[in-house]
């Protein structure tokens, strides 16, 4: 039966046509490399090499075996280099991007599903906000991210879209939520706005940007803050509206606007999120398994904010003037 040993040193014979300088090369005496070549001989019935003077020439046998031999050895590298990769993955750092609001979504519990498969990591999300985080990918400080975008076309980016979330308009006037909001409406409203300082490159923002452009209108805010719970808790004072993702809304508006509501964009208005990394990339075992942790996570959030979606969105309920 042929085994590594007996390949490695033939290889190293073959490498260096001699017997003695293959021993060198491995590091093994001089008999030892004879004896496992005339094993592999005697294996294959065959003659590898021919003795010329005091070095060794392949045959054609040994011609024909070599790109086999290699391949068998390349293989057990490979092989080698995956466990160590693994390994050093189990007690390593996983690096990871996200979008500026992932706390809201799968933040802690995205954590959770790293650590319960790999114990022994240490887990990093990285990113304030998509464009952040996009820019960070270019320099080549991430190797993956899961991002909200306003595009799936980036130059020199692979973007892999995974769900869509819609954007809605959110108020703590009824009057307001009585129908969807139009580009017109939206452009005299008086809105609070999170990420200014992303302002320029948020996805969301772009997103609304383009709805204004193409209706003619030109995007304006009163009020602008970089996070998103400061944004809704003004909006439940009454003192502006604000569009943000409906997961967000769900979430936020009970605990910190109870008396706000939402209602659709007209027409309707969506961020993406999508798995992002360079093109061509080889994305290692850490990376590859926090795409598909944060994909899986992502659709299953995107599957539960639709379906808790009202069929006709609108202003909170009020209470009725004859009840006590």
Not at 37 to 44: D, P, V, Y
């Amino acid at each position: 039966m042929l085994s590594v040993h007996q390949l490695t040193c033939f290889l190293a014979a073959y490498e260096h046509g001699s017997l003695t300088r293959a021993a060198e090369h491995l590091g093994y005496a001089q008999p030892s490399v004879s004896e496992q070549i005339r094993a592999l001989e005697k294996s294959l019935g065959v003659q590898l090499f021919r003795r010329v003077g005091r070095g060794v020439v392949p045959t054609t046998v040994g011609d024909t075996l070599r790109p086999y031999a290699e391949q068998v050895i390349a293989s057990l590298d490979q092989a080698r280099e995956a466990v160590q990769s693994v390994k050093s993955f189990e007690t390593g750092t996983i690096r990871f991007g996200m979008f500026g609001i992932a706390r809201l979504y799968a933040g802690a519990d995205l954590i959770a599903d790293v650590l319960d498969r790999y114990p022994g990591v240490r887990v990093e999300l990285v990113g304030q906000n998509s464009a952040e985080v996009m820019e960070e990918l270019r320099r080549g400080r991430l190797e993956a991210a899961m991002l909200a975008v306003s595009t799936v076309e980036s130059e020199g980016m692979q973007v892999t879209p995974v769900a869509r979330e819609e954007l809605v308009y959110i108020s703590a006037d009824p009057a307001r939520l009585e129908t969807p909001v139009t580009a017109h409406r939206l452009s005299l409203a008086t809105l609070v706005m999170p990420e200014t300082t992303f302002r320029a490159t948020d996805p969301t923002r772009v997103t609304l940007r383009r709805m204004l452009h193409e209706a003619g209108r030109n995007p304006a805010s009163r009020i602008e803050v970089e996070d998103i719970e400061t944004a809704v808790e003004l909006v439940g004072r009454g003192y502006a509206d604000s569009i943000i993702p409906l997961g967000a809304a769900q979430q936020l508006l009970p605990r910190l606007a109870p008396d706000a509501g939402w209602v659709s964009l007209r027409p309707r208005q969506f961020d993406t999120f999508a798995v992002v990394h360079r093109k061509g990339a080889v994305l290692s075992p850490a990376a590859r398994l926090m795409i598909e942790l944060a994909t899986t996570r992502m659709q299953a959030i995107a599957e539960a904010t639709a379906s808790r979606r009202p069929a006709t969105p609108a202003a909170p309920a009020t209470p009725d003037p004859a009840t006590p």
